[in-house]
């Protein structure tokens, strides 16, 4: 009995032995141990203050060599393991040597799922190049970025609280700087519009600057305002003249082009422009028509007559003409509509189109006690004989009563085209 107990006890010993190496072999196969790699772009940088203290900073080599963590796991845990769940950090007080360019920092991988043993980095150093370090302060510009309010509102200030940083970073890349700018979103807005914004850098070639140059330097947000003026579109403008004219001559008008302008404006300015009968006003000292004996015209800009807290509209020309018409003593000047001048010799077949409304005559008393003419006193034709289809500048033949004379001759522009006819399309 005892000697067949202890063949059982044998037996038994023998048949765990197996049923252990039979449960490796099945864990193996089933869960075998395997490798993976990822690529790491987020080195945190430790204890940055042990170089500050020298009034440096550091950048990275853009030479760097891709970092890159290779792990061994079995393969349950290899698939539960993504490039988030590793933590690499590069301390400053481990550096190889400050002396060297670039330095040489020690990167340091963990991840909460695996051991050190685990984890192979390569390259296992961080490549830094060691600058001064510098701060400047720069004005911050503010933009819309083309952005518009309602259409009856325009911007009329934008203002950055604080109006100007200070930048601290890497000597070289403030030394890039040319501009700071914060924009500010106003589509559509028909009230003031304050907004907390981060700053955009410019360099000196216009660029803006990259996320990972922005991230070496120390900036901080600022507060962009944008102040809306109501439209007004039915200002009107007047201008004065200083000087006289040549002897014998005398000023006839005095017009301007345009003649009427929106512009925007704080409530207190329009409420004054109210008062000044909604007119702008050009000073005489602008046009001068000394020893003139012809019409005078001044081109200026209209924004330096506007009074403060009143602009033009975003989309008006800032050109104004002022227009000084000087005529003969005792001359006077009639508009004849273009509609009631005679066409003789019309081609056939053809259709005449005047380039302007009206035109313009300028007659002269020959007598004092005269009336003055009007329109109706005046008959005008042009003679296209010989023309074909074209544009032509005509001479205008005009008629006057007896007493009068042209102070100067008159010319129109035409247009002749061929008549179309729905049939052939000519």
């Known amino acids: 009995m005892k000697k067949k107990m202890g063949n059982n006890i044998s037996l038994k010993i023998l048949s765990l032995v197996i049923a252990v190496v039979v449960w490796l072999l099945v864990v193996n196969i089933d869960n075998p141990v395997g490798m993976k790699s990822f690529v790491i772009s987020d080195v945190q940088l430790l204890n940055e203050a042990y170089i500050d203290a020298d009034g ?11 970092i890159r963590v290779t792990i061994k796991a079995q393969r349950k845990t290899l698939d539960k393991i993504t490039a988030s769940d590793f933590q690499a950090v590069a301390d400053l007080q481990q550096a190889v040597s400050l002396d ?5 920092v020690p990167i340091t991988v963990t991840c909460n799922k695996l051991s050190p043993g685990n984890i192979e980095v390569t390259p296992n150093n961080l490549s830094l190049h060691l600058e001064d370090k510098d701060t400047q302060e720069f004005v911050v510009n503010v933009t819309t970025n083309n952005t518009r309010p309602d259409k009856r509102y325009e911007v009329g200030s934008l203002s950055s609280n604080p109006e100007k940083i200070k930048i601290t970073g890497p000597k070289s890349l403030i030394n890039k700087i040319d501009k700071v700018n914060a924009s500010i979103d106003v589509d559509g807005a028909t009230e003031d519009v304050t907004q907390e ?12 600057f990259s996320d990972t140059d922005a991230s070496y330097l120390n900036i901080s947000k600022v507060y962009v305002t944008a102040r809306l003026w109501k439209v007004k579109t039915d200002v009107k ?3 004065e003249y200083t000087g006289t004219p040549d002897s014998g001559y ?24 109210k008062n000044q009968n909604n007119t702008i006003w050009i000073s005489g000292s602008a046009v001068d028509i000394s020893d003139q004996s012809s019409d ?20 008006s020309s800032e050109d104004v003409f002022v227009r000084v018409n000087i005529l003969p003593e005792g001359s006077t000047a009639c508009e004849i509509l273009t509609k009631n001048i005679s066409v003789e010799n019309q081609p056939e077949g053809m259709q005449v189109a005047f380039d302007t409304a009206k035109i313009e005559v300028r007659v002269k008393k020959s007598e004092d006690d005269l009336k003055d003419l009007d329109e109706n006193d005046i008959k005008a034709s042009i003679d296209l004989e010989g023309k074909e289809e074209g544009s032509y500048e005509v001479p205008v033949k005009v008629s006057i009563p007896k007493g009068y004379e042209l102070v100067d001759e008159v010319t129109t522009g035409v247009e002749v085209s061929r008549i179309s006819t729905a049939d052939t399309g000519n």
């Open 197 to 208: 914004t981060e700053v955009k850098i410019i360099d000196k070639n216009g660029e803006e």
């Open 296 to 315: 005078f015209e001044a081109k200026l800009n209209i924004s330096d007559y506007l009074p403060e807290g009143l602009k033009l509209t975003s989309d």
């Open 56 to 66: 440096k900073m550091c950048m990275q080599d853009s030479d760097q060599t891709p």
């Open 237 to 239: 403008i007047s201008a």
């Open 100 to 104: 060297t360019d670039p330095v040489m």
């Open 250 to 273: 005398q000023v006839e008008s005095v017009t301007t082009t345009p003649n009427v302008i929106s512009i925007a404006g704080s409530e207190e300015a329009l409420n004054n422009l």
